[in-house]
């Protein structure tokens, strides 16, 4: 017989946060008002992709960043920066 400990798995849902170990709960809360098509767009990339809809926005995010020039880039993440110290 194999005495070794089994890990137990903890019951519920594992944190889905963009980082190891990090929970959505935890996160600052966003609230905006957009058009319905884009509301709508959303719900849909959502379903398709199976991403919650936080990952599909910080992916848009991400993906309109890189496509600015790259003074605008650096500019972009010296604010950033200046404001997540001020916190």
């Known amino acids: 017989m194999?005495?070794?400990?089994?890990e137990r798995r903890r019951a519920g849902r594992p944190p889905a946060g963009a980082k190891e170990g990090e929970k959505v709960k935890?996160?600052?809360?966003?609230?905006?008002r957009v058009p319905l098509e884009f509301k709508v767009r959303l719900n849909a990339l959502s379903a398709v992709t199976g991403l919650a809809?936080?990952?599909v926005i910080v992916e848009a995010i991400n993906?309109?960043?890189?496509?600015?020039?790259p003074n605008d880039r650096e500019l972009?993440?010296?604010?950033?920066e200046r404001l997540r110290r001020a916190g």
Do not use: M, T
């Open 2 to 6: 194999d005495n070794r400990v089994k």
């Open 76 to 80: 972009v993440d010296g604010l950033s």
């Open 53 to 55: 809809q936080w990952r």
């Open 26 to 32: 935890d996160y600052p809360q966003l609230s905006i």
């Open 63 to 69: 993906c309109f960043f890189h496509d600015l020039p």
